[in-house]
């Protein structure tokens, strides 16, 4: 049980595009999703918190207007990269827990390349 | 979140026992110890977790301090499958989220 996946597992994209992640909790109702980014041979930095039907609420230093997040239902959140650059290419990992739980079960990540 | 320090990295012969240790000597009461580790190129998987006392699992033991400020992760048998960047994160039981910091881990390697 607990399984999260994430759509595309790769994407190549030309800089000035938009790309949108999916992020999906398959076997439970994933009340709170988080979203990561991972720099080669870095850790991962949390980017953004989202709630069911609410707005997201982004770190400090996370640009709201180019990450733009939306957690529509209980399974499905979506991360979309507006107006992609080089310096966005990533690593992006997202994570869920249920209504009161203590684990965060992540996906497999989706890595972004823009050129 | 209380911070923790692990060791940069760790070697380790298969099946033999890893004992992977974190100090978080500014640990709060309501801070749970979590141990998430990332094989390369794929997202975390959780471990196990607990508050004070010993936990097992089928995939490891976490071993805590009586004074809390202290646990070790404990990989019965290592295997090759094992090897990755293990992460010890507190997480407070309070708030209406629940974030986790990563810090940089602890990289395993596992010999054959």
């Known amino acids: 049980g607990a399984v999260v996946s994430q759509h595309p597992s790769w994407v190549i994209c030309k800089s000035g595009t938009s790309v949108k992640i999916e992020c999906r909790s398959l076997?439970?109702?994933?009340?709170?999703m988080f979203w990561y980014r991972q720099f080669p041979k870095q850790s991962l930095m949390l980017m953004a918190t989202s709630n069911e039907g609410s707005k997201a609420t982004y770190e400090q230093g996370v640009e709201k207007d180019k990450f733009l997040i939306n957690h529509a239902s209980l399974t499905l959140s979506t991360l979309t990269v507006t107006s992609a650059h080089p310096e966005d290419s990533s690593f992006y990992i997202c994570s869920a827990s249920g209504q009161g739980g203590t684990t965060q079960y992540f996906g497999p990540g989706t890595r972004l390349l823009v050129l | 979140d209380a911070k923790t320090t692990q060791p940069n990295s760790m070697e380790s012969n298969e099946e033999e026992p890893v004992h992977l240790p974190c100090n978080h000597s500014t640990i709060s009461g309501t801070d749970y110890i979590h141990w998430y580790r990332q094989l390369p190129s794929q997202g975390p998987e959780y471990v196990i977790h607990g508050l004070t006392s010993n936990v097992n699992n089928r995939m490891a033991s976490l071993a805590i301090a009586e004074d809390r400020k202290s646990s070790t992760l404990i990989l019965h048998r290592a295997t090759l499958r094992d090897a990755a960047v293990y992460y010890c994160?507190?997480?407070?039981?309070?708030?209406?989220?629940?974030?986790?910091?990563f810090g940089k881990g602890t990289l395993l390697t596992v010999n054959p």
């Open positions: 994160i507190l997480r407070s039981i309070g708030g209406s989220n629940y974030k986790l910091t």
């Open positions: 076997d439970f109702q994933a009340t709170t």
